[in-house]
């Protein structure tokens, strides 16, 4: 038993039912909290999801008796876009701020296969805003413009064969984030019994192909017995018109053909009316509950927990978000101290990387240098050994004079001598 359950108990059997003797007041909070939410106002988001032209518009204006901004899509969009635009709407004293999504553009592609992501991403971003005002420090959800989407009508083309590939895939990435609400569209181009058929078969390869629509609720026994019946009819085979063509001596919406006419409110023609007191007067309140208790808390638990957050230890033991932060903040730090290690220990590597480099650098430059001086020595050697060789030279030379000039001296004295003695003897 989970613990909440066990202090619950705990609680209520401290918890002792006393009576009254008198009128004290607190019988008027049901109407307290209608009168503060009537002040408040209502704010519901509707998501068209079909391809283009077939009737998103048609039916949206004939659902709230108005005519909303319309804008005729091409066929030739690139990628599949969405369009909201907010209305505010007042019947009597309520005010409903009202949100319609358009797919536009959607089933045009040739290549379909992202047309439901950005569906997707959509929803999933309206979410996340909420998230993020819940996490703020300084909230204030009581005026934020909540645009989570509320209900999705599915649009299916009357083709009177089956679902498409296109509608299966899209409805099954949408079932656990919106409440699906799928329609046949353009039920008056559809004959009675092969509308029967159709119905029957969409269910059946729905449920083949596990896709979870929107389900009426019946656990709240006031509108059990019409919503349990209403679950029967799904999908409802609906038809918009904002023409008014005159039945009797009354005006009503309807299809005028030239064979009939098709009355948009006539149950016997179409499920429009079955839609309408569905969608808006019996179950507005549960879809936008739905939203935020199932789907919302889907999204924001999934990520909380990809952030990390966690209720419970491996043991099963609470934690609380201070744990948990504290845990993360030292796995954090962790983290940081390893990368800081591991980042010291590649410095330490590329240094030693360097210094190998720079050892074996200066290992050829030195072997470089040694080889200079040994070029260098070598060519001084030969050098040393011309400049003997030509001292040498020299000096024989300069001997060879000197002995020369001796020659040439004692040849001239003997010369002189030699004229001497004839001049004697003369
Ligand atoms: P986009 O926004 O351009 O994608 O179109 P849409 O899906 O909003 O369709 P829209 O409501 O503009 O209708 C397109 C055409 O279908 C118009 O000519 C409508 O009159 C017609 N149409 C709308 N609803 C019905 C319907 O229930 N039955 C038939 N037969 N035609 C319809
Ligand atoms: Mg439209």
Redesign the pocket.
């Known amino acids: 038993m989970a613990s909440s359950d066990v202090a619950r108990q705990l609680q209520d059997k401290n918890v002792r039912p006393l009576s009254l003797s008198g009128h004290v007041g607190f019988d008027s909070l049901p109407d307290q909290l209608v009168n503060k939410s009537t002040c408040q106002g209502f704010c519901f988001n509707i998501l068209?999801i079909?391809?283009?032209?077939?009737?998103?518009?048609?039916?949206m204006d004939t659902l709230f008796n108005t005519n909303f901004e319309?804008?005729?899509?091409s066929h030739f969009e690139p990628k599949v876009k969405l369009r909201a635009q907010t209305y505010d709407l007042q019947e009597s004293n309520v005010r409903l701020k009202l949100t319609i999504v358009?797919t536009?553009g959607f089933g045009d592609q040739m290549n379909k296969q992202e047309s439901y992501q950005h569906i997707v991403d959509y929803i999933d971003t309206q979410f996340e805003s909420y998230l993020q005002e819940e996490l703020k420090i300084k909230r204030s959800l009581h005026n934020y413009h909540d645009s989570r989407i509320h209900a999705c009508l599915y649009?299916i083309a009357p083709s009177g064969h089956s679902l498409k590939s296109l509608d299966l895939v899209t409805m099954k990435k949408l079932d656990s984030k919106v409440n699906i609400i799928p329609v046949i569209?353009?039920?008056?181009?559809i004959s009675k019994s092969e509308l029967h058929k159709f119905k029957i078969k969409i269910m059946s390869e729905l449920v083949s192909n596990g896709v979870q629509i929107y389900q009426f609720p019946t656990d709240d026994e006031t509108v059990a017995k019409i919503n349990t019946a209403m679950n029967g009819h799904l999908p409802f085979a609906?038809?918009?018109?904002t023409e008014e063509v005159k039945i009797g001596n009354k005006m009503v919406k309807a299809?005028q053909y030239p064979w009939g006419v098709v009355q948009v409110e006539n149950e016997n023609h179409c499920d429009f009316v079955k839609l309408r007191e569905m969608l808006i007067c019996v179950n507005m309140e549960d879809l936008r509950e739905q939203t935020h208790t199932r789907h919302y808390e889907l999204y924001r638990r999934c990520k909380l927990e990809e952030m990390g957050f966690k209720d419970t230890d491996p043991e099963s033991k609470p934690v609380s978000l201070q744990q948990t932060y504290e845990a993360k903040r030292q796995e954090f730090l962790g983290e940081l101290q390893k990368r800081e290690e591991e980042m010291r220990q590649m410095f330490v590597q590329r240094v030693k990387e360097k210094e190998a480099e720079l050892k074996e650098a200066e290992r050829e430059l030195q072997g470089k240098f040694e080889q200079l001086k040994r070029l260098r020595q070598e060519e001084k050697n030969k050098l040393d050994e011309k400049a003997k060789m030509l001292e040498d030279e020299m000096n024989a030379f300069s001997k060879r004079k000197a002995a020369a000039e001796l020659l040439q001296a004692q040849s001239f004295s003997t010369n002189v001598n030699i004229k001497k003695d004839k001049d004697r003897k003369k």
């Open positions: 068209c079909g391809e283009t032209g077939i009737g998103k518009s048609t039916l319309n804008f005729e899509s358009n536009v649009f569209a353009k039920a008056d181009t609906v038809v918009g018109s299809r």
